[in-house]
C-alpha cells in the first residue's frame, strides 16, 4: 500500500499528555526561567551598542541612513536593515532602550520554537523541554549582543515553522497565505530561507484541498511584496535580485581566495571594498589540532552594474577551482559549518562566547545519531518528513554548495532544527511504547505513524 506523509503530527496533539513524572513540567519551567534570566543577564552586561564594529557597525550604520545608496546596502538582504532602522527610531541608540529590545527579542525566540513545538509534537509536555533547551542554549544567547542577522532569523524561522505545520493542520486559504507571509519575510531576512520555504510550501500545498486558489493568491502576495525591492535593486546594479545580491559571496567561496576585493562602478561612481572571513584564520578542531583554512590569496572582482550580470559570471568563471581543489573546498565548508566558533558571540572572555565555544562539539555527533536513528525507522521519517527534509536541504545549501565561505553563526538554524528532531524521535518512541500491544495481543492496533492506506 502507498506511504502517505504528514507535515505534522497525524492527529490534534494532545496538549494534556504529561509523558514521565508528574515533577517534569515544574522543572522545565524553571530551566525556562533560568534560560530568560540568562539571556536579559547577558544583554545588559554585554549591551550591543558596546560591540559595534565589523558586521555589526555594517548593519547599525545602513538602517541609521535608510536612504543611502550604495552597494553593500543592496547587497544585503533589506528585512533586517528596516527593523533595525525601526528599533533604531524606537530607542535612539540609548543604551538602556537597546537593552529592553535585545531582551525582549533574546527571550522571545526559544518561545517562537516552542510555539512551532506545540503544534508539532503530540506531548506539551515535550514541547516545553524543546523551548527549555533552547533557551539556555549559549549560541542562541550570546548572538544578541551583537546587531547580527540571527538576531532576527531565528525567531523569524521558528514562527514560519509554526505557521507552516498550522496550515497544513488548517488546509484553508487563510492560513496558508499567512505561511507564504512569514516564509518570504524570512526569506529577506537570510538568503538561506528561501530553499527550506519552497521545500515547506511545496509539502503544504500538495496536501491542500485547493491547490490553485492557494497558488494562485501567494503567488500575487509574493510578487507584490518582491517586485519594488526587485525593481529598486535592478535600478541600482542592475540585476532583478529582490533578496540582494549572492555573487559576492558565490565568487568569494568557489575561489578559494583567503580575501576578496570589489572594485565597483556604474555612470561614473566607483566603491572599493575589501573582505575576509573570519573562519579562515580560526582552528574549528582547537585544542586537539591546529588545522586551518587550506584558502590562500586575494580574488580581485571588477565589476561595470551597468553591464548586468556580465561581470559578475566572467569573475566567477575566472576564479572558480575545480577538480581536487574544489571537493577541499566542500569539505572545508561541512567542518566550519559543524566545528566553527560561532563568530562573533565567540569572545572566549564572556562566559556565553566560552560556552557557545564549548558546545560546538555536540552538533557533528548528534547529527551522525540522529541520522543512524532515522534510518533505522525509515518509516516515521516518511510518515512526517518536514524535519528531515528541511535538515537535509539545509545542509545541501549551506553545507555542501559554496554559496559563501561557511561560518560557526551559520549553524544556528541548524542546532535549532536538531534539537527539534531529537524530540521528534523521543515523541515517536514514546508513542511507540503507548501504542504497543498488550502480551500475547496477536491482532494489535497500527501505530497512527505508519503507513496509512
Not at 519551567?29 to 530568560?36: A, D, E, F, L, W
Not at 538561506?192 to 509539502?203: N, T
Not at 511584496?225 to 535592478?234: Q, S
Request: one cysteine or more; glycine letters at 6%; charged letters at 15%.
Amino acid at each position: 500500500m502507498p506511504l502517505t506523509y504528514c507535515v505534522s503530527t497525524p492527529e490534534k496533539p494532545n496538549l494534556s499528555a504529561r509523558p514521565g513524572p508528574a515533577w517534569l513540567p515544574l522543572a522545565l519551567y524553571i530551566i525556562i526561567g533560568v534560560g530568560c534570566a540568562l539571556r536579559v543577564y547577558n544583554v545588559w552586561v554585554h549591551n550591543p551598542v558596546d560591540h559595534i564594529w565589523s558586521d555589526p557597525q555594517r548593519h547599525w550604520d545602513h538602517a541609521k541612513d535608510p536612504l543611502m545608496a550604495s552597494p553593500m546596502v543592496v547587497f544585503d538582504p533589506p528585512v533586517f536593515q528596516m527593523w533595525l532602522s525601526v528599533v533604531q527610531k524606537f530607542t535612539l541608540g540609548i543604551p538602556e532602550l537597546i537593552a529592553v529590545y535585545a531582551s525582549l527579542l533574546s527571550v522571545l525566540t526559544p518561545w517562537c520554537w516552542y510555539r512551532f513545538l506545540r503544534e508539532y509534537l503530540s506531548s506539551r509536555t515535550w514541547a516545553l523541554a524543546g523551548w527549555a533547551l533552547l533557551a539556555i542554549l549559549p549560541s542562541w544567547i550570546g548572538i544578541y549582543t551583537y546587531f547580527m542577522t540571527e538576531t532576527l532569523f531565528l525567531p523569524l524561522l521558528g514562527v514560519s515553522l509554526w505557521f507552516t505545520v498550522r496550515a497544513d493542520r488548517k488546509q484553508t486559504i487563510s492560513a496558508f497565505l499567512v505561511m507564504v507571509l512569514f516564509w518570504t519575510i524570512t526569506g529577506l531576512t537570510r538568503g538561506i530561507a528561501i530553499p527550506l520555504a519552497g521545500i515547506s510550501a511545496a509539502l503544504v500545498w500538495f496536501k491542500h484541498p485547493q491547490k490553485l486558489r492557494s497558488a494562485l493568491f501567494s503567488g500575487l502576495m509574493v510578487f507584490s511584496l518582491l517586485a519594488p525591492l526587485a525593481y529598486r535593486n535592478h535600478h541600482f546594479f542592475y540585476l532583478w535580485a529582490p533578496h540582494g545580491n549572492g555573487w559576492l559571496n558565490k565568487i568569494y567561496a568557489e575561489s578559494g581566495a583567503r580575501e576578496i576585493k570589489l572594485h565597483l562602478s556604474r555612470d561614473g561612481a566607483q566603491w572599493e571594498y575589501g573582505f575576509g572571513s573570519p573562519s579562515i584564520d580560526s582552528r574549528p578542531f582547537a585544542p586537539l589540532s591546529d588545522w586551518t583554512s587550506k584558502r590562500t590569496g586575494t580574488v580581485d572582482v571588477t565589476v561595470d552594474f551597468t553591464k548586468g550580470s556580465q561581470d559578475w559570471k566572467n569573475a566567477l568563471e575566472a576564479s572558480a577551482k575545480h577538480g581536487a581543489e574544489r571537493w577541499s573546498l566542500h569539505l572545508e565548508n561541512f567542518i566550519f559549518l559543524f566545528f566553527g566558533d560561532s563568530w562573533p558571540d565567540n569572545n572566549p572572555e564572556y562566559f556565553m562566547g566560552r560556552m557557545a565555544n564549548l558546545s560546538r562539539w555536540l552538533w557533528a555527533p548528534g547529527f551522525l545519531i540522529l541520522t543512524a536513528i532515522s534510518l533505522i525507522r525509515w518509516r516515521e521519517q516518511v510518515s512526517r518528513p518536514l524535519l528531515p527534509v528541511l535538515i537535509l536541504v539545509l545542509l545541501y545549501f549551506q553545507g555542501w554548495m559554496l554559496l559563501v565561505p561557511n561560518e560557526g553563526r551559520y549553524r544556528k538554524p541548524l542546532e535549532g532544527l536538531l534539537v527539534v528532531q531529537a524530540l521528534v524521535v523521543v515523541d515517536h518512541y514514546r508513542r511507540r511504547r503507548t501504542s504497543a500491544p498488550p502480551a500475547g495481543d496477536h491482532n494489535p492496533v497500527p501505530n497512527s505513524l505508519q503507513a496509512v492506506k
